[in-house]
């Protein structure tokens, strides 16, 4: 079930809310169809009959005029329903984008916008109207438009924020890692997260418009004095409220009881909001590749991916730039598994993330060079640096039921980049999503396919997670602690699944980590980061059997399983 159909479930749960929405379909049903369920005309007259009270012939009576006022009701209900259509579709079209840009970007896109709501909002709705109403010789259509302008900035402020809170989420990440376009990712991975709060803002401003509008017509504005409207009928309630009260309780009754309707629906939704949101055995791994003798550095003709004396800063307090990351230099060779690791905030993470241009604001690389096949990455626009990542350069990131998009299916997510890295049809894009999801060891592909976020475990999440990286065919894959929320048996099935797919494709791996366990089940070479610093670098043998800095040692005396007879296991030397 989509978190749309959820969110609106769970609302319809509360029998106030099933209440409202049945008088709401039923009122709009029959103002559809006034012309077919009302007995007479609304603008016939018959003086014989004037403020009669409810009979056979007038069902709720008539009016000074004889007019009868169920039909009245009915015709007039149709106009302000249809009409207040037009300010809420205006405030929709004109804040949806706006918001989403100005969430997403920020920077000056979002204070120019920002500014701009801020002058709509210090306008006099009402008064502005009026004058529009003046100017436009008491246009209707004119009318509501201005106010659907004036009213904008209500949704703007609702899309803006959802738009902020979603953009840092691992998932977004994920897909610019994926080389989606900034259009794309608003569409598909950001507008979900905005929809559950817009619908609740649309409902609330839908039955604000629809009073505003009933105020105009109260007035005598915009609807013509012909054609029946529930403001008209209110005002001549009043006007006859002393000798014949009758008159107030249809019109009232149903304009209390449509926009309570719409605000105990809105409220529900609101509500419902807030409260909201074992594999396969792979086959046996073969032997990794040979180290590089202990401190040689590996040829610059045989490096992949080479990071050179790398700076990563954040603003301070005082306005100063504060390194985070400092003069990080390694290299990868094509199929080895190179390890980084490090206690938590050690600078390992940005450095990674550094890597694939994904530096979280408001930090910066400010030098160094990222070399992919000499290529600096630095070095490439957004949208150069788009084409790069998922297709030469993937992500896994630390968690992976964060980096999955919970509004779509697996299958869904895994067709997209596939599609998107491809070029495939949709059919051979299943076809090859499938061949992943059963590449990682999954035991049931196509059931899995099927399957929203939620419910998978977090080994076959992780599975998921490393078939989406694989799915643009990248020759280097940055894995961020892909094991660290994982339990020991399938930290086991993952570390094999990465030495699987070593082997399989010689794949070039980064591993992020702070768990020497695995640097020593996994990995070839490694580098230790400490206080933003690379203090040690080499062969995983030499660096955690012979470590040469303290810091290194102590690491290692930290690790509560580190095998003491691991040289055996790895076979080293």
């Given at each position: 079930m989509?978190?749309?159909l959820?969110?609106?479930r769970k ?6 809310a ?8 039923g009122?709009?049903?029959a ?6 369920l009302?007995?007479i ?6 003086l ?5 009270g ?9 009016d000074?005029?004889?007019?009868d ?6 015709h007039?209900g149709?106009?302000l ?13 004109l804040?949806?984008p706006?918001?989403?840009l100005?969430g ?16 709509l ?10 004058a529009?109403?003046?100017?436009t010789?008491?246009?209707?259509t004119v009318m509501a ?12 402020r609702v899309?803006?924020?959802s ?6 989420l ?9 080389r989606l376009?900034?259009?794309?990712i608003?569409?598909r ?5 905005v929809?559950?709060?817009?619908v ?9 418009t629809?009073?505003f509008l009933?105020s105009?017509?109260f ?11 529930w ?23 149903a304009?209390?009881?449509t926009?309570l309707?719409?605000n105990?629906v809105?409220?529900?939704l609101?509500?419902a ?8 055995q ?14 040689e ?10 990071v050179d ?5 954040y ?17 990868l ?6 390890g980084?690791?490090g206690?938590s905030?050690?600078?390992k993470t940005?450095?990674?993330?550094s890597?694939?241009g994904?530096?979280?604001?408001p930090g ?6 990222v ?5 600096d990455?630095?070095?490439l ?7 790069v990542r998922?297709?030469r ?5 630390q968690e ?6 919970p509004s779509?299916?697996?299958g ?12 495939v049809?949709r059919r051979e ?6 061949g992943l999801?059963?590449?990682?060891g999954m035991p049931d592909?196509?059931?899995v ?5 939620h ?6 999440a992780q599975?998921v ?9 990248p020759?280097?894959l940055v894995?961020?602690?892909p ?8 930290q086991?099935?993952?570390?094999d699944l ?9 794949l070039?791996?980064l591993?992020v980590?702070?768990d020497l ?10 580098a230790?980061?400490s ?7 080499g062969?995983t043998e ?15 005396a ?16």
């Amino acid at each position: 079930m989509t978190p749309s159909l959820t969110l609106l479930r769970k609302a319809l749960a509360r029998p106030a809310a099933r209440v409202s929405l049945i008088w709401l379909i039923g009122m709009s049903a029959a103002c559809a169809l006034a012309s077919v369920l009302a007995p007479i005309d609304p603008l016939e007259q018959d003086l014989t009959h004037t403020f009669s009270g409810p009979s056979a012939l007038h069902w709720l009576g008539s009016d000074e005029l004889g007019r009868d006022i169920y039909s009245r009701l009915l015709h007039g209900g149709s106009g302000l329903l249809l009409t207040a259509l037009i300010p809420l579709g205006v405030s929709l079209v004109l804040a949806v984008p706006s918001g989403l840009l100005a969430g997403y970007v920020s920077g000056r896109v979002d204070a120019a916008a920002t500014f701009v709501v801020d002058i709509l909002f210090a306008l006099p709705g009402l008064v502005v109207v009026l004058a529009i109403a003046a100017v436009t010789d008491n246009n209707l259509t004119v009318m509501a438009i201005a106010f659907g302008v004036l009213t904008s900035g209500s949704v703007f402020r609702v899309v803006r924020t959802s738009t902020a809170a979603a953009r840092d989420l691992p998932y977004v990440d994920a897909a610019l890692v994926s080389r989606l376009s900034r259009p794309r990712i608003l569409a598909r991975h950001v507008l979900p997260n905005v929809t559950g709060p817009l619908v609740v803002q649309a409902v609330v401003q839908y039955s604000g418009t629809f009073l505003f509008l009933t105020s105009l017509s109260f007035l005598g504005l915009g609807f013509s004095p012909e054609t029946p409207s529930w403001g008209q009928m209110t005002l001549n309630a009043a006007q006859n409220l002393d000798q014949h009260p009758w008159l107030m309780v249809p019109v009232g009754v149903a304009l209390t009881a449509t926009v309570l309707a719409l605000n105990l629906v809105g409220n529900a939704l609101l509500e419902a909001l807030s409260g909201h949101r074992r594999p396969s055995q792979l086959p046996a791994r073969r032997r990794p590749v040979p180290a590089a003798p202990v401190g040689e550095a590996a040829p610059v003709s045989d490096a992949v991916l080479t990071v050179d004396q790398l700076h990563v800063s954040y603003p301070g307090q005082d306005g100063s730039d504060r390194a985070v990351v400092r003069g990080v230099g390694f290299q990868l060779r094509r199929g080895e598994v190179f390890g980084l690791v490090g206690e938590s905030g050690s600078g390992k993470t940005t450095t990674a993330l550094s890597v694939l241009g994904l530096v979280p604001p408001p930090g910066r690389v400010t030098s160094g060079r990222v070399l992919l096949h000499g290529e600096d990455l630095l070095r490439l626009d957004e949208a150069r640096l788009r084409t790069v990542r998922g297709t030469r350069i993937a992500l896994v990131a630390q968690e992976p039921m964060a980096a999955l998009d919970p509004s779509f299916t697996v299958g869904s997510q895994l067709d997209e980049m596939i599609h998107l890295h491809r070029r495939v049809r949709r059919r051979e894009a299943r076809r090859i999503a499938l061949g992943l999801l059963a590449r990682v060891g999954m035991p049931d592909p196509a059931g899995v396919a099927r399957r929203y976020p939620h419910q998978l475990s977090g080994g076959i999440a992780q599975r998921v997670a490393i078939a989406l990286a694989l799915s643009g065919e990248p020759e280097v894959l940055v894995a961020d602690e892909p094991t660290a929320a994982l339990d020991v048996t399938v930290q086991a099935e993952i570390i094999d699944l990465l030495l699987h797919l070593r082997e399989e494709s010689a794949l070039t791996l980064l591993l992020v980590t702070h768990d020497l366990g695995v640097v020593t089940d996994i990995c070839d070479r490694v580098a230790v980061m400490s206080d933003g610093r690379l203090i040690e670098e080499g062969t995983t043998e030499a660096v955690l059997l012979s470590p040469a800095q303290e810091y290194t040692r102590t690491l290692v005396a930290a690790t509560p399983r580190l095998p003491a007879d691991a040289g055996e296991e790895r076979n080293w030397g």
